[in-house]
């Protein structure tokens, strides 16, 4: 099984080593050790980072994160409680999506108005 350093796996997300022994003190992730005490990511420790991040680059608080990958660690019996935290989420970002598609157009709107007034 491949495994990696905190260095390769902050450079691979592009965050630095601090951030990710964040995550792990949050007890979202659970990195294993080596004999000496040094951090070892799996591939499944990298796949749940991957997770954790896009949920909290689209909002969703690091309680809430937290929470999710608790249901996670206790099996199936708690599908139903990760479907609904997802949905949930799911909703909470297509309304910022569709609220930001509004300002976008705004914003289009003046880059249009400027152009012409500009050719006045």
Excluded at 15 to 21: A, F, G, S
Excluded at 74 to 80: H, M, R, V
Excluded at 86 to 103: A, G, P
Excluded at 109 to 116: E, G, R, V
Aim: proline share 2%.
């Amino acid at each position: 099984m491949e495994s990696y350093s905190i260095s390769q796996v902050a450079q691979r997300f592009g965050v630095e080593p601090h951030t990710l022994r964040f995550y792990e003190k949050e007890g979202i992730i659970h990195p294993g050790r080596t004999k000496n005490g040094i951090r070892v990511y799996s591939q499944e420790n990298v796949a749940q980072l991957e997770m954790a991040m896009c949920l909290k680059s689209t909002g969703m608080p690091l309680k809430e994160i937290k929470r999710y990958f608790d249901l996670v660690e206790q099996g199936d019996a708690t599908l139903e409680e990760r479907l609904h935290i997802f949905t949930d989420h799911h909703q909470r970002v297509l309304q910022e999506i569709e609220e930001l598609q509004h300002y976008l157009e705004k914003i289009e709107w003046k880059i249009d108005y400027l152009k012409h007034a500009e050719g006045a």
